[in-house]
């Protein structure tokens, strides 16, 4: 399995799936159609999904099975909230061989940024100023995610004062920025979407569904455009 690090190190836009659901076949669908990473939650209420995510227990089969089943980076997201984070899940998280957490620098216990076996991609939201993002690019964390639409804006087009957002991340960011699609980004935005300087894009249930048919044609299609850009 490759270092999840690593990947930004390539001219190529990153490619990360974020599943629906904790389910084999979607993890399968992710990687066939040429998802560079694939994330998955535990202990989540998952609002563009509308899952909710059980314990690392109650997923541990498939948890295990994807860490051993692929040969990309395995991402985690252990909670949505800061006690929902818990030291004993991280440790057995990076025994199994997860390579890199993701979640919401608000969710983040401290404790967390001195685990040094996981990467972490932290994100922010739309309430972060840019005084407040500089602070925590200070802190020892691998990745940026620009989770900063608002809910009511989630599934409608990206427009250009979206692209203007991101590119202010971008050049805040000594960090690689990675975008989710909260909008509903199609194939064709990529263009402009690199331009802002962003290096990666996660995938999610607004643009690809929750089925393996849908999510491995949306992964598909967006793997073929990051391909032929140059």
Same mark, same amino acid.
């Given at each position: 399995?490759?270092?999840?690090?690593?990947?930004?190190?390539?001219?190529?836009?990153?490619?990360?799936?974020?599943?629906?659901?904790?389910?084999?076949?979607?993890?399968?669908?992710?990687?066939?159609?040429?998802?560079?990473?694939?994330?998955?939650?535990?202990?989540?209420?998952?609002?563009?999904?509308?899952?909710?995510?059980?314990?690392?227990?109650?997923?541990?089969?498939?948890?295990?099975?994807?860490?051993?089943?692929?040969?990309?980076?395995?991402?985690?997201?252990?909670?949505?909230?800061?006690?929902?984070?818990?030291?004993?899940?991280?440790?057995?998280?990076?025994?199994?061989?997860?390579?890199?957490?993701?979640?919401?620098?608000?969710?983040?216990?401290?404790?967390?940024?001195?685990?040094?076996?996981?990467? %972490?991609?932290?994100?922010?939201?739309?309430?972060?100023?840019?005084?407040?993002?500089?602070?925590?690019?200070?802190?020892?964390?691998?990745?940026?995610?620009?989770?900063?639409?608002?809910?009511?804006?989630?599934? %409608?087009?990206?427009?250009?004062?979206?692209?203007?957002?991101?590119?202010?991340?971008?050049?805040?960011?000594?960090?690689?920025?990675?975008?989710?699609?909260? %909008?509903?980004?199609?194939?064709?935005?990529?263009?402009?979407? %690199?331009?802002?300087?962003?290096?990666?894009?996660?995938?999610?249930?607004?643009?690809?569904?929750?089925?393996?048919?849908?999510?491995?044609?949306?992964?598909?299609?967006?793997?073929?455009?990051?391909?032929?850009?140059?």
């Amino acid at each position: 399995m490759s270092d999840f690090r690593q990947l930004f190190q390539s001219s190529k836009m990153v490619l990360i799936a974020s599943l629906p659901a904790n389910r084999w076949e979607l993890v399968q669908a992710a990687v066939e159609g040429g998802a560079d990473a694939v994330k998955m939650h535990i202990n989540v209420a998952h609002r563009a999904s509308g899952t909710q995510f059980g314990t690392l227990d109650e997923n541990m089969d498939v948890l295990t099975r994807t860490v051993h089943g692929t040969s990309v980076p395995v991402g985690i997201v252990p909670g949505d909230a800061v006690e929902k984070v818990r030291k004993e899940d991280i440790v057995r998280l990076a025994q199994i061989g997860v390579g890199f957490v993701s979640l919401y620098a608000h969710h983040t216990p401290a404790w967390l940024l001195e685990e040094r076996r996981l990467a %972490k991609m932290i994100a922010v939201d739309g309430s972060y100023s840019n005084d407040r993002v500089s602070d925590l690019l200070h802190l020892d964390f691998d990745v940026l995610e620009a989770s900063c639409v608002h809910p009511d804006q989630y599934g %409608k087009p990206l427009n250009t004062s979206d692209l203007a957002a991101y590119a202010g991340l971008s050049r805040l960011s000594s960090k690689p920025v990675v975008v989710p699609t909260q %909008k509903r980004i199609l194939p064709e935005d990529l263009g402009a979407l %690199k331009k802002t300087g962003v290096k990666g894009l996660m995938i999610g249930a607004v643009v690809a569904g929750t089925s393996p048919d849908t999510f491995h044609e949306a992964i598909l299609q967006f793997r073929k455009t990051i391909d032929a850009m140059v």
